[in-house]
């Protein structure tokens, strides 16, 4: 969600850079854009600065490098395993059914996977200007160990979080400006086969999507997701027997680095499996750090809750849910959305999300704009033949009572968002 927060960050530079944030807010269409490096350098806990890009360059395609030769090493040495708990998938592409795994006796076994893609897309009304371009989305690799009474899991590598409505971020800045470039790693004791705690920078419990574009439905997330967590870093309790699920978080929200919130999903499924229903609170407990960070937006001082239904039967994978936001100072947002899969067979499938978002108040609460409201409808036919996959994806993007400076296009004033983006990788 952390790309929508670019203007929360300009507001929170200090006093002698506002004019510098002014020069950039409204720039010409043929500018060579230059905030984001400003922004990161101002607010960001680890620098961007623009001297800094041929070091990042170099470290990205490190990274790639590291995936592919973790995938040979695993290939060559490497028994195989059961297909891995983490990172979690969503219906639309399947993760590598036979990952790479190997025993190390005493320490138990670990599986290694990976994932590495690329993405183009062109849009219209695109924030800061930039109408299309092509990037590396992910070039990531996690080593997980899953069985035993002590377990962990490591993600690492380079990375772009796309969402409707935001400026892209390269995946060259954006570890940078989130998550770093270990944005998911943590441990895990499990005493039993029902409960376990685990503690590090864990995925959120928030919300119907995931972090990362291959994990999701669709190439971009949603209008909720804005809203939403996506890594905390944080303690998680999680207890589960038959039907019913239960976990417990004590983290920092939209990754504050202030441990004061509390996260807790219940979930329940019925009907075999094919149904389940999950409600999700959460809150902060205290109040935000004098300094938020670009991944932290203003109303992290407040409280998310969500109800999500999801059915899968045969090609079916319908998933319906709402959430409410509110702010510390009483601002508010209710909103809804739909998320739908459909397998032609095991290697074509069309994924669909509609979603709607209203707000009140005078916060931001990642829409466009104080008291404003927003509507998606986003199409993403897929095809993926064993670890490769492809899917092309529209999408289109309304918003009515906006604010100028807090919507969409190069000024931030336009009312509207339409895109087309496709992506391409594998699943290692």
């Known amino acids: 969600m952390a790309s929508i927060l670019i203007f929360e960050a300009a507001s929170r530079l200090e006093p002698e850079n506002h004019a510098l944030a002014a020069d950039r807010l409204i ?3 043929d500018a060579a854009y ?3 490096p400003d922004v990161a350098c101002s607010v960001g806990e680890q620098s961007a600065n623009p001297a800094n890009s041929l070091k990042r360059v170099i470290r990205e395609i490190g990274l790639i490098c590291a995936v592919v030769g973790v995938a040979v090493i695993a290939a060559t040495f490497a028994a195989h395993a059961d297909p891995l708990p983490a990172p979690a998938m969503s219906a639309s592409l399947a993760a590598n059914a036979d990952p790479y795994g190997v025993d190390l006796d005493w320490a138990g076994k670990w599986s290694v996977g990976g994932a590495l893609s690329g993405l183009a897309y062109d849009q219209d009304n695109s924030n800061f200007g930039t109408h299309s371009q092509a990037d590396l989305d992910n070039g990531q690799v996690w080593i997980e160990k899953k069985d035993g ?6 993600q690492a590598g380079a990375y772009s979080l796309p969402s409707l409505g935001t400026g892209y971020i390269k995946s060259s800045l954006a570890p940078a400006l989130l998550y770093g470039d270990v944005p998911v ?3 895990k004791l499990a005493p039993t086969d029902d409960f376990s705690i685990a503690a590090g920078k864990l995925p959120t419990l928030i919300g119907a999507e995931y972090v990362f574009t291959f994990q999701n439905l669709n190439i971009q997330r949603g209008l909720l997701w804005n809203q939403e967590p996506s890594v905390s870093n944080g303690v998680q309790a999680n207890w589960s027997r038959g039907p019913l699920s239960l976990s417990v978080s004590w983290n920092d929200g939209f990754y504050s680095k202030r441990l004061d919130w509390v996260s807790a999903l ?3 499924g019925f009907n075999g499996g094919s149904d389940t229903v999950a409600v999700v609170a959460s809150g902060n407990l205290g109040r935000n750090p004098e300094r938020l960070g ?11 809750y969500n109800l999500i239904y999801t059915h899968s039967s045969g090609s079916w994978t319908i998933s319906p ?8 100072d009483g601002s508010d947002s209710a909103a809804a959305a739909l998320l739908v899969n459909y397998a032609f067979d095991d290697h074509w499938k069309l994924a669909g999300r509609i979603e709607y978002v209203g707000s009140n108040g005078v916060t931001n609460i990642a829409v466009a704009g104080p008291g404003s409201s927003a509507w998606s409808v986003t199409l993403t036919p897929t095809y993926q033949y064993q670890r490769v996959f492809a899917r092309l994806e529209g999408s289109y993007l309304g918003a009515s009572d906006i604010t100028p400076g807090s919507a969409y296009g190069p000024a931030l004033d336009r009312d509207s968002q339409a895109s087309v983006f496709f992506e391409t990788g594998v699943l290692l």
């Open 321 to 328: 849910y709402v959430q409410y936001v509110r702010a510390a």
């Open 34 to 36: 230059s905030f984001w």
């Open 266 to 268: 219940a979930s329940y």
């Open 27 to 29: 720039p010409t269409e």
């Open 294 to 304: 670009f991944a932290t937006p203003v109303f992290n001082d407040g409280d998310i």
């Open 149 to 154: 009474w002590w377990q962990f899991y490591v």
């Open 185 to 187: 790693a943590y441990v």
